[in-house]
């Protein structure tokens, strides 16, 4: 007898393998059965037939934030429906597990898009825990939605040794007594089954609150002895450093590399941020994947960039948005948490005339090329603007873009919303990125930007890419690779027991129709974030995954959530990496 019974699939296990046609029974959260002859069904509560539809193990999201909301509402519904049964969370340097929680709000929030006025409570009423044991332990006894993963962040393990002053303080070097309880505290995160450490060298990212606000993240200000001293906890142990280069001068990838390396030594396991086809570098992603490929291979380095299959399009309200952050008129404007300080600055002359220069300037770091052209108006008060590009109306009236856009932001504040694409807007260097081996595939940033970007079906957007070529007669790849780079490659690369369908392994799946990666799948919609008192989000639609199982147990079905998804245990899990 089987709990649930999923008959006439075309199963993938997960690990590149072909799809062939099976049974599986599922019992006790595990998958008692996989068989290419009927089961029987006697006594079955759920039997499920999957007829024309792909079956497969869950996908994992490697890359979310998620921090925050997984303690208010840990359903996390917005990837489940998506078919998502693994994230991880604690990306970016910015954990939720050593520091107060004042400081894990300020870390958090203005780098993460997720308003203050609602995380910081949260923490403060439900944050009770100070060590990674005891955060491992609430999470034990948490209801999950799907199973979580999670990095210690660079930031919080800053704070919590130096305090929030000093870890944003660039004349303070931490003491070798310092240096060495951030390495015991490392020890003890990977002891309660971490997946390593995350860290954050773009000096973009600032923190929130009244503090310290405007300063980087403290994981910017640490040199690379500091750095250094911490993956050597995480070579000997087998674990993972989770980085982010300085996109102001790019050099230090190589010093990520270098730490990846195995020469006369065990090799680093090092994921950087992000391999993506930027518009404002278009020369960058066709060479950079095979390079890094080049150089893992000659130097025993284990260095993977993480990319989206997706064009990278995203939304803005006024201008709360990271990308800001990128120059000095942005950066003053953003330190106003005030909306009429900030059109008060707008207005001012000298002000205008820096955001000119900004916008104009050519060359130097960016991620945002800063083309109004590609900048379109899709909601105002004034309706008239709607559809247009800021660049259009610009030379309509004869003004710099710069200056309409201030003066749209004076007149309408956060209600002018525009949207723009920044990276994978050529479809051939996307397919050959998601093909190329020294990438990762993730980065949907699962839970933050709420307002700016939504990225949950990620995984579902790659199997319809795949699907697209394929049937152009251009494959990409096969299907079944792309399955195992979402699911059995994640894992493994990892290092969590997650990704595979097994006899005798964890029944974390979903059912897929390959009928319905369709063109829904790019759309977007807004919906209230659950357990944030109705704050709206960016979120996915489409229905391409019909069924997801966490555990076992029937999660999502036909549009509709188990009814105790996120308030009882017995579905997602804490992973421990290498348990």
Known sequence: MFDVLIKNGLFFDGTGAPGVLRHLGIRAGKVAAISATPLDETGCAEVIDASGQWLMPGFIDMHTHYDAELVAAPALKESVRHGVTTV??????????????????????????????????????????????????????????????????????????????????????PSQAELQRMADLLEEALDAGLLGLSSMTNPWDKLDGERERSKSLPSVYSTWREYAWLNRVLRRRGRIHQGAPNLVSKLNVFAYLWESMGLLRRPLKTTLITLMDVKADPWLAPILGPLTRWLNRLSNADFRWQTLPVPFETYADGMEFVVFEEFPAGQ???????????????????????????????????????DFDDAWIVDCPDASLVSHSIGELARQRDLHPGDLFLDLLVLHGPRLRWRTVIANHRREVVEKLVCEPSTLIGFADSGAHIRNMAFYNFAPRLLKLVQDAEQRGAAVMPIEKAIWRLTGELGEWFGIDAGTLREGGRADLLLLDPRRLDDSLATYQEAPMEGFNGLQRMVNRGDAVRCVLINGRIAYRDGEFASDLGQARGYGQFLRANA
């Not at 609430?138 to 040794?161: E, K, M, T, W, Y």
């Open 88 to 173: 991880m969370i604690g990306s970016c340097s910015i954990s939720m597990v050593l520091s107060a929680a004042e400081d894990c709000s300020d870390l958090f929030t203005r780098v993460e898009s997720v308003p203050r006025e609602h995380v910081l409570p949260l923490l403060q009423a439900r944050k009770s825990w100070n060590s990674a044991a005891d955060y491992v332990a609430f999470l034990d006894q948490h209801p999950l939605g799907p199973n979580i993963c999670s990095f210690l962040g660079h930031s919080d393990l800053r704070v919590a040794v130096l305090g929030l002053q000093r870890a944003v303080d660039g004349k303070v070097r």
């Open 332 to 370: 003053a404007a953003l330190h106003l948490a005030s909306q009429d300080l900030r059109s008060e600055l707008f207005r001012d002359p000298t002000y205008r005339r820096q955001f000119r220069q900004d916008v104009d300037k050519r060359f130097g770091a960016r991620v945002w090329h800063r």
